[in-house]
């Protein structure tokens, strides 16, 4: 027993089976970035300008590739089995750092640098984790630990690179030029993270379960849809004043046309995209599962972010009983409002294109709308604003309803003849487990 070590203790790493679903320690873990989006928006709406913006969607790219890393380390094996959650949750001590030292990334880099060299630090914890844990799982594939060593590259020089961006600014004389060296910096990391994912191709990866792969980032989309809620409600502060009638049409608002974007994916579009992941296989399913889930859920994500901050600026304006009702919304309140929720639109299109080969009119109605009624949106009070959107945005669930009622149809009658298959596969399979005689019952037990 002596010699049997804490993994041995612990249990082996499971591998995920085909048809599996999400680990509760995949959600247990996904708190943090719930925690991660919710400081990018706040650090973001305590001062809203271009660099500011800048910043926030650098951060949120960097934060999502390790994300994307998670998922697919989730791909493989079990988060909340055997040995793996205490090595994962040391992992989410990394990331959690990561987020608390977010705010104090991009300030003046000529001051004090702890900020910046805690997140190049806990960044490096985090992939290192992910690393260590994904060459275990693949010891045995000679072709993944190939595939895996195409991916060293990347991790070794975007963790460099952000420790360069954290020590190199604060010795360069100049603002701007210490600023300039920093966020260029940041945005090589982001390149090279993603061309990475593209240039290594998809020669000896596998997604084993295309239902789970599916349903872990249909899960952080809704967390991410959940946080803008969050924002908007805490960061506006209407907690901490009596509520008016403005303020709590505002707060409906709100509710109605997250919910509409919530509809934009999850109605159609998210479930016919799951059957065809399943549908794909080898090499397709793994380019589809980059392309459109790794890639193309990340304009959405920044999309959530950007509408997020456009409507705290807008009902904070609303709630506040010292700004006059008919006054209308701070810039640049209307088109980060506007233009989020258009760029989680255009992303979810994309994601459409990529997995069904189809576009809907009503989006890209949609969009153009959208686009079309900023200039108006930023006359009138804040309040009308938002009642402009909600009337956008659900007006495109109520027409999709209405068009696509016989899609709409057959796609459910779909998915309920295929759970209705699965469950009655399942509870077969169990069924064995009772058919089998005890030990002490079998023949010359």
Known sequence: ??????????????????????????????????????????????QVTGGALLHALLVLAVLWWSWVVHSVVATRVRLGEGFVPVLMTVGMAALFTFALSLPNAFRDPRGNAAGPIVAAVSYTVLRLVHLLLYRHVVRDSPAERRQLMRFAPEVVGSTLLLLVAALVPPKIDGLFSASVVRDGLWIMVALLQYGTGILAGTWGWGVASAEHWAERYDLILIIALGESV???????NLLGQPPTWPAVAAAVLGIFFTAALWW???????????????????????AMARDAYAYLFLPMIAGIILF???AEMIVHDIADPQVPTDRPAHWPGVPLLFGGVACYLCGNMLFQARTLRTLSWTRVVTVLLLGASIPLAQRVPGLVAMALLTVITVGMVATEVI????GRRALRKLVFEERTSHEAHEAAWRARWHEQPDEGERPGG
């Not at 999400?22 to 305590?46: G, H, K, M």
């Not at 068009?403 to 016989?406: G, I, L, T, Y």
């Open 230 to 236: 969050i924002s908007v409600g805490v960061g506006s």
């Open 308 to 310: 997020a901050l456009g």
């Open 264 to 286: 934009a994916h999850y109605d159609m579009v998210g479930p016919a995209a799951r059957i065809a992941l399943h549908a794909a296989r080898d090499g397709p399913r793994v």
């Open 403 to 406: 068009v696509f009622d016989e």
């Open 1 to 46: 027993m002596g010699g049997y070590g804490w993994r041995g203790r612990l249990g082996p790493a499971v591998p995920v089976a085909p048809g599996a679903r999400v680990d509760r320690f995949e959600i247990f873990f996904d708190l943090v970035f719930v925690f991660s989006f919710f400081i990018i928006t706040r650090a973001t709406a305590l």
